[in-house]
């Protein structure tokens, strides 16, 4: 399975902490982590010194304390953490797959799934709150979509009107005719 991720695993970048303004980058390939790193600095003495870098097989890595170190130091050790992760060969194949694939997945899941798995991180929170998931789970749920009623879901959103009972949909419903009728009437 491994074959099939690309050449690079995770790269990010940053900032050393405070006061220094150095400036680094972590990446993780198939093979190795590479660690570079560029000196910012006014001071004449720093002046001169080139960029460095540091490669290390992953086992290399996984043997390496003080590399973790300035890793969890500059990137923080939940990056720490994952990185040793690739290197031991746990990938996260789901945080790979895309935001659209991801969606169609998720549509199909029953509700209370959906709940829970909104839980487990940022991301999936964003995809599971989306309106373009409940657009999807509102039309296989229903037979047909009237054009009124599209129009009330990109004004209160497709989650709101998922959860809404019929009777409070046909009020809203009702409204809307209502002010946007008068709008029309009101219009020369």
Known sequence: MASWLPETLF???????????????????????IFRWWKISLRSEYRST???????????FL???????????????RI?????????????????LSDDLLLNIISYLDLEDIARLCQTSHRFAKLCMSDKLWEQIVQSTCDTITPDVRALAEDTGWRQLFFTNKLQ???QLRKRKQKYGNLREKQP
Do not use: M
Request: proline share 7%; hydrophobic share 30%.
């Open 11 to 33: 790269e990010t970048v940053g900032q050393g902490p405070p006061p220094s303004k150095d400036y680094y980058q972590l990446l993780v390939t198939r093979s190795q982590v």
């Open 50 to 60: 080139k960029p460095g870098e540091a490669k290390e097989t992953h086992e290399d």
């Open 63 to 77: 043997e390496n304390p003080h590399l973790q170190g300035q890793t969890a130091l500059i990137f923080g050790a």
């Open 80 to 96: 720490l953490d994952y990185v040793i992760n690739l290197c031991k060969g746990k990938f996260d194949f789901l945080e790979r």
């Open 169 to 171: 949909l046909q009020r």
